[in-house]
């Protein structure tokens, strides 16, 4: 079944989204973020395909908000969740680092999911209790040796709360940081161990639910700033601390806890 996915998602990218990638006009929607011709068309695309996969509710990021709400209550007992382009603002601009993000979910936890990226052909696959790949090969590629001190961080600032990015701004724990703008690819560059440490402010659902399987299932860890497990906060705007390390992410947590007790006081 993972491997039926990867080639329908790896197939409707190279038809629908690369054909436009730098051709495209794009708009923006209410909240402000970029939109485009090839989102709609690489969401439908899959809509029509994954359905014969598996005959189930498709909840896709390019839809109204009462249409997901209604198909997450729906779609308990199997839902497809895609995001057609992750990092639309990326596409539009030229930056190669977007994805095309699906997983198959139940009873609102991912089964099977993959992120790929159609400028790299990286595809990124797992399977819950079978492992996490990057074109078939196991996940993770490295580990960095050492603690937080030495990691490189990705951290999204515009979510993040205000003591927190204050704090990572004047004395970050970490040895560097970066943040690429795409966060479906964020959870599996963790998972590969190119980044080591992740924090992001709020995602929702499409954004976490195909990348978090695949860090998880590539021996990782992750949980939100106010929960220990990550999958008891609000599926709509759920943060995200990660890392691929048990002592980094132990350290991180350590560190984001002290600083929102800090600013609590």
């Known amino acids: 079944m993972l491997t039926q996915l990867g080639k329908i998602v790896r197939r409707v990218a190279q038809q629908e989204v690369m054909p436009r990638y730098l051709k495209v006009a794009h708009s923006r929607k209410s909240d402000g973020s970029l939109f485009t011709e090839a989102d709609l068309s690489c969401q439908n695309a899959l809509t029509d395909q994954l359905r014969h996969l598996i005959d189930c509710p498709v909840l896709g990021e390019e839809m109204t908000e009462a249409e997901q709400h209604a198909l997450w209550q729906a779609g308990q007992d199997g839902l497809w969740c895609i995001d057609p382009i992750d990092g639309t603002s990326n596409f539009v601009n030229g930056i190669p680092y977007f994805a095309v993000s699906v997983a198959f979910m139940r009873q609102g936890r991912s089964v099977f999911g993959v992120v790929y990226n159609p400028v790299t052909d990286e595809l990124f696959s797992a399977e819950r209790g079978q492992g996490a790949w990057l074109n078939n090969k196991p996940l993770p590629i490295s580990r ?108 991180w947590c350590d560190w984001l806890d002290n600083v929102q007790a800090a600013a609590a006081l």
Do not use: M
């Open 144 to 251: 960095r040796q050492g603690g937080l001190c030495h990691a490189l961080a990705s951290v999204e600032f515009k979510r993040a709360p205000p003591a927190i990015a204050a704090a990572i701004a004047t004395h970050p724990p970490f040895s560097s940081r970066r943040n690429f703008g795409a966060s479906t690819l964020d959870w599996c560059y963790v998972a590969t161990g190119r980044i080591d440490a992740y924090l992001h402010g709020g995602q929702k659902l499409w954004d976490y639910a195909a990348g978090s399987l695949i860090l998880e299932q590539a021996g990782g860890y992750c949980r939100t700033l106010t929960q220990t497990d990550f999958w008891a906060d609000d599926p709509w705007q759920r943060s995200v601390v990660a890392a691929l390390d048990q002592q980094v992410f132990q350290e």
